[in-house]
T-cell receptor
Framework: EAGVAQSPRYKIIEKRQSVAFWCNPISGHATLYWYQQILGQGPKLLIQFQNNGVVDDSQLPKDRFSAERLKGVDSTLKIQPAKLEDSAVYLC?????????????FGPGTRLLVL | AQSVTQPDIHITVSEGASLELRCNYS??????LFWYVQSPGQGLQLLLK??????LVQGIKGFEAEFKRSQSSFNLRKPSVHWSDAAEYFC??????????FGKGTKLSVKP
């Protein structure tokens, strides 16, 4: 079974530029998550989708971050304009989306450096 | 508010020695608890999880964890550490919407 795919794996941009990350979850997984992991910290949820609807985006900085999952499968996360403090690893995860506790499966992440 | 505390930022153990990584959580209801491992440049891999039932949980790679409600803890243990266990370990609690709330992680170094 293929895992969660993310691209690109690495990205270097200058502040005020824009950047987009892509995630393809495990086939059949209804729930998709984007996490931000700053160096030395644990991952923090940015946004959670159930199919193509947003479940939780309370910690997404909406003035600069946006995310979509138009067909309920793959997803893109965009930052525009980027700030120095956005340097982090962006992790995508997916789960089946059933009621109750579930295991989340993580992709390899996209490492972003903002100069 | 839900939170996870991992008191040890960095631990060094000798190869073959036993290991215990500490995790304390704050959660009002019955917690769903997880341990993940992250190797350099990699994503997170699930080691084990606790949803209900037996409080001693077995995971992959010889790891186990014990849920202690009275101490709000979910410590990770391994009887004999291998050099390949060097990585960063994250404890997490499942939030009300199914998201994960992570601790800051414990980096494990293994001495030969």
């Amino acid at each position: 079974e293929a895992g969660v795919a993310q691209s690109p794996r690495y990205k270097i941009i200058e502040k005020r530029q824009s950047v987009a990350f892509w995630c393809n979850p495990i086939s059949g997984h209804a729930t998709l998550y984007w996490y931000q992991q700053i160096l030395g910290q644990g991952p923090k949820l940015l946004i959670q989708f159930q199919n193509n609807g947003v479940v939780d985006d309370s910690q997404l900085p909406k003035d600069r971050f946006s995310a979509e999952r138009l067909k309920g499968v793959d997803s893109t996360l965009k930052i525009q304009p980027a700030k120095l403090e956005d340097s982090a690893v962006y992790l995508c995860a997916s789960s089946l989306g059933l009621a109750g506790p579930e295991t989340q499966y993580f992709g390899p992440g996209t490492r972003l450096l903002v100069l | 508010a839900q939170s996870v505390t991992q008191p040890d930022i960095h631990i060094t153990v000798s190869e073959g020695a036993s290991l215990e990584l500490r995790c304390n959580y704050s959660y009002g209801a019955t917690p769903y608890l997880f341990w993940y491992v992250q190797s350099p440049g990699q994503g997170l891999q699930l080691l084990l999880k606790y949803f209900s039932g037996d409080t001693l949980v077995q995971g992959i790679k010889g790891f186990e964890a014990e849920f202690k409600r009275s101490q709000s803890s979910f410590n990770l243990r391994k009887p004999s550490v291998h050099w390949s266990d060097a990585a960063e370990y994250f404890c997490a609690v499942g939030g009300s919407q199914g998201n994960l709330i992570f601790g800051k992680g414990t980096k494990l170094s293994v001495k030969p």
